[in-house]
């Protein structure tokens, strides 16, 4: 019997599964283990002395102690003497870790000796000529495995790249398919792999002219269609190229599945719902495909597709479906079916959903008249998440919602005698004391959480129009909803403000062009309300009522717009 080899099995099958668990893998093959009985016939003949039990002891345990010179040197030694490849192996990668590159090249050498078809032997022998700086070295080597094998050429370079990937020395890498690639320079795959070696080091012009040369070698490869992707500008110019490439392969699924996104990231939802259409058309059940159609088709308002595609995707039931769960709540809430939506809404288990589906769950039970369910409700998500805040300001605006100011104020009054600076509170309490008209209140805390944080944009916006809108101190209103524009130059209701306040000054026109753009970002009620008002005021009432009748349509209920239509036509 071969007691080294029993012995050897055994010991590294064991230390494989602790010890060795401390030692980094050199190469990505497997721990050795028992070898069946035709591959253990290939072993050495040789009996189990002392010396080399002694040997393997020492170098194993030198090894677990993070003493790799030494164990490197042991093994070396054992290596050469019982010549067992997977004593071999440990040798060349203990000498690896151990920084000993010319003892791990001598043992790779001799595993590769023994067996000159072990993938795991060829990639150390390549990582070690790699690390050791061997360049010419490693090509040779690598030329010498591409001849071996000429129909394979393109797939061996395409393999090595993916190997030599994440090597940290970009320019090294260059050098070497350089080297590998100049008899093949007539291979797309030759042209591909130069053209991922230039883009590591930053050239993208030769990348880009390597990878056009590999696209007129083989014009109909995905991969490559893809890599000069990357390589051009987001936007236009990348969704033409994919287009142009699309024209020519229309079953390139890839390149389309690239073209589709690339037109989401453009907002070009119409068009990017007509790719993933076609994808789906292709992929029949694919459940990314299903949803990402839902979704796309409630981005452009077709809520009939949209709720048919996002119900299909969870029938499938693959993947996250509590988003799904969401948007059919959304969709059976504003095509007023209450109840669908408070199905749906109560299906949203977790995520990042679950929130917003109980908050909107709350304002469905509101517009039924159930504010007291809308509020246990709430209760009740409080009691499984007591420090979110969004709930507490989140009843206030319920009650706020129902026209009940005072419980409202007195409701966040009490939450504030608990947390007098927390700032989402201090920011409510402010809004529900203007609505009762309690301006000193709303100015005060207003004022504190500008102390708490004087970048809040809201607060600067909220005390600038409590002002602008009671046409009381301009100049300072002004002040403030400069600096909340400042801060925050974008935001729509801040932008209303603005124009609000140029329309107090008597600036009718510029006041005109701000509520324009800001309506232009948010369709808001209130604004409408504001541009009504300022038309009617420059002599144009039949804009006036083009633009409250439309508002009207998309918020029947709102108080403000409803308001302000009264007070010009009775």
Known sequence: MNFLSVFVALFLTLAGASAWGQTPAASPAPTASPLPAKAEDRLPKQELTGQILYQFLLAEFAAQRGQFGLSASAYL????STRDPRIVRRAAEIAFHARQYDSALEAVKLWLTLEPESQPAKQMHSTLLLASGRIDELAASLLRDLAADPPRVGEGL?????????YPDKAVIQRLFDQLTQPYLDLAEARFVRAQAAAGIGDADRARREIDQALELRSSWELAALFKAEL??????????????LATNPDAQDVRLAYARGLVSEKRYEAARTEFRRLLSANL??????YAVGILSLQVNDAVEAEQQLKRFIEVGRGDLDPARFYLGQIADQAGRPDDALRWYD????GE?????KLRAAQVLLRQNKLDLARERLAAARAAAPDDIRLLVAEAQLLRDAGRHEDAFAFLAKILEVQPDQPEILYETALAAEKLGHLDVLERHLRRLIVLNPESALAYNALGYSFADRNLRLDEAAQLIDKALSLAPDDPFILDSKGWLLFRQGKSDEALVALQKAYAKKPDAEIAAHIGEVLWALGRPNEALAVWRDATKAHPTNEALTATIKRFVP
Not at 77 to 80: I, T
Not at 232 to 245: I, N, T
Not at 353 to 357: D, K, R, S, T, V
């Open 77 to 80: 030694d054992l290596a050469l």
């Open 158 to 166: 395409i393999r090595m790249a993916r190997a030599f990937a994440r």
């Open 232 to 245: 051009l500008p987001k936007g236009a110019v990348q969704s033409d190229f994919l287009k142009s490439f």
């Open 285 to 290: 059940g694919n459940p990314d495909m299903i």
């Open 347 to 350: 299906q949203v288990a977790a």
């Open 353 to 357: 959903h679950a929130l917003p589906a």
